[in-house]
């Protein structure tokens, strides 16, 4: 079993009623079931990571399952049985709670806490904080595997948290994400760069291109715009004009990277 280690502190923490508390600290669970870590000099804002409508955009896309042919790739390339998983920048939970199908702990940390509150909220198999990327509350070398989707991650808490095979499974935009949509959107849209990514400290054992597709309707591909940056970039008219198409293809293309911790 996997142990929350206070981040002040170091020492390890133990529920005790309705809070996690070591020797000196204490933290709540919150009702939903999920622990918030996040201390002041973590923040950059006062509600850091994604808004709430940017989480319950991203709620809706995933349950429309548009994102499956990622999630899918993952669990059917990679074996998780008996397995702890760490995921990091882990959103509203989709792949956290497909995960926990298979592994035998999932843990999730998010900045937003409004991204982890929904994912605690659906999902009682596994366990979820409100933490930094760079301040794990985990102790050394806990986790089988970690996976960053479409999420910042440090590549040095990311190893520490790792067991000295672990494996780290990087999913990042491939060249033609969005782009159908980008062309209804922008005059001159820009494809992606190519995913060429290295990490200190790790080695590269394959990386693949796995593409999807979907047909929604304008306040569905609005509905997609909301959970990315892209949402808030573009000019308001052009946004307005996407909500009345009828139909539009939305092509998806993931490039997803499996590393190996090295020494």
């Known amino acids: 079993m996997i142990n929350y280690r206070c981040p002040i502190c ?16 204490c933290y709540d669970v919150a009702k939903e079931g999920y622990v918030n870590f996040l ?15 940017m989480v319950v955009s991203r709620r809706i896309i995933m349950e429309s399952g548009y994102y499956l042919p990622l999630t899918n790739y993952i ?25 926990s199908k298979f592994a035998r702990e999932v843990f999730g940390i998010d900045i ?9 909220k659906s999902d009682k198999s596994s366990s979820f904080s409100v ?8 102790f050394d070398h806990p986790f089988d595997f970690a996976v960053s989707a479409f999420a910042p991650y440090n590549a040095k808490e ?13 999913a990042v935009p491939a060249e033609e994400h969005l782009f159908e949509l980008k062309k209804r959107l922008y005059e001159t849209p820009i494809l992606n760069p190519k995913d060429e990514t290295e990490i200190d400290g790790f080695r590269l054992l394959k990386r693949e291109r796995i593409d999807g597709n979907f047909v929604t309707d304008g306040k569905g591909a609005v509905t997609l ?3 990315t940056p892209y949402f808030y970039r573009t000019n308001k008219s052009a946004i307005e004009a996407l909500t009345d198409i009828e139909s539009i293809s939305v092509n998806l293309s993931f490039s997803v990277s499996a590393f190996k911790t090295v020494d």
């Open 112 to 120: 937003s806490k409004e991204a982890v509150k929904l994912s605690a």
């Open 10 to 25: 170091g020492d390890v923490l133990t529920p005790v009623g309705k809070s996690l508390k070591c020797t000196k600290h």
């Open 75 to 99: 669990t059917q390339n990679f074996d998780f049985k008996d397995k702890t998983v760490l995921d990091i920048g882990c959103g509203e939970g989709f792949i956290a709670r497909n995960l």
């Open 225 to 227: 715009l909301k959970m």
């Open 158 to 170: 990311t190893k520490r948290i790792l067991k000295k095979d672990g494996t780290f499974i990087v």
């Open 131 to 138: 933490a930094s990327m760079t301040h794990l509350p985990f």
């Open 39 to 53: 201390s002041s000099s973590d923040k950059h804002s006062i509600t850091p990571g994604d808004n709430k409508d």
